[in-house]
């Protein structure tokens, strides 16, 4: 219930708190590199807990105002679990059904967020990754079309929109214009291609590097590997100023790293992206120039504490 005082509404909604993440600075990562900085979107701080609500939050807002979904139509999508968190909270919020097609090796922590928000769940072979979770998405679809939107993030600009329009503005104001790098990873590929879009617009000299795994079998959940994936509608290979492959492993090193060095606890694909920062750093620094790096850290630690490498590094 909404409480007022007044006229005047008090608190936020859910969709008031998505986005104006802070930037974090990774400080042990660069002691070593006079001139360089590495700072991280924390994106974990929007209410679903990862970048995904961006996109998410874009394609349901967008859905709703044209009459895509509400009480008597419900929403589908395939996702590795982020995503699909965002759906669920917001279907839950905004009171319409979320069916989500997800791989069934995702995080335990992950399972347990959808279902805690209601979202209905349709697992598929983890051996076929993301990629399965898409074509089952479509079968649903086509043979109930009246029953769901299809929200296809692969394929939905309101999803690099969303990036276009929030987050790549928000690093030219938080870093005051002097970002000189980008960094992202593919997954949808929604956060790399809005964002590097509108900082192109904004400073054409701003090098944008995309970084994806370096196999078609990897640790890197929610990224892609596009040379053997299904790549999505709203990838646009021509615009990465650079692509970087990243091992499963270094990501896992990395995340330790940052978790008992600098007390931040994230995700594998974050690591994986501060890492791919990391190289650029030493690269900048080796030829005597100084750089602002920023990179997203799509998601914190807490989906991930599962898995084994935490107790093992």
């Known amino acids: 219930m909404t409480t007022t005082l007044g006229s005047t509404i008090l608190g936020t909604s859910i969709l008031d708190r998505i986005g104006n993440t802070p930037l974090v600075r990774l400080d042990e990562i660069t002691a070593h590199l006079p001139g360089i900085q590495i700072l991280g979107k924390a994106e974990w701080a929007n209410p679903g807990g990862s970048v995904k609500d961006r996109a998410a939050s874009s394609i349901v807002l967008d859905a709703q105002r044209k009459g895509l979904i509400g009480p008597t139509k419900g929403l589908i999508d395939a996702t590795s679990g982020n ?23 995702v995080s335990p922590e992950r399972k347990r967020y959808v279902s805690a928000y209601g979202a209905k769940l349709v697992w598929t072979n983890p051996a076929d990754g993301s990629d399965g979770a898409i074509r ?37 104001e938080q870093t005051q214009g002097r970002v000189t790098h980008f960094v992202a990873g593919l997954g949808t590929s929604g956060t790399f291609v809005g964002t590097t879009r509108k900082l192109k617009e904004l400073n054409p000299a701003i090098q944008c590097i995309s970084m994806q795994p370096d196999s078609p079998f990897n640790g890197l959940e929610g990224l892609k590997h596009m040379a053997t994936a299904i790549v999505p509608k709203i990838y646009d290979a021509t615009i990465a100023d650079q692509n970087i492959p990243m091992e499963t492993e270094r990501a896992y090193a990395m995340a330790l790293r940052l978790g008992r060095r600098s007390g931040i606890l994230v995700g594998v694909s974050a690591a994986a992206a501060v890492c791919t920062c990391l190289d650029i750093a030493e690269r900048e620094a080796a030829a005597g120039r100084e750089a602002v790096i920023v990179t997203i850290l799509c998601d914190s630690a807490e989906k991930y504490m599962s898995e084994r490498f935490w107790q093992e590094g």
């Open 83 to 105: 995503t699909g968190i965002a759906y669920a909270m917001l279907g839950a919020a905004l009171g319409f059904e979320v069916t989500l097609c997800m791989p069934s090796n």
């Open 136 to 172: 089952k998405a479509r079968e649903l679809v086509a043979a109930e079309p009246d029953r769901y939107f299809y929200a296809d993030q692969y394929s939905n600009e309101n999803n690099w929109l969303a990036h276009y329009r929030t987050t790549a503005p928000e690093i030219w």
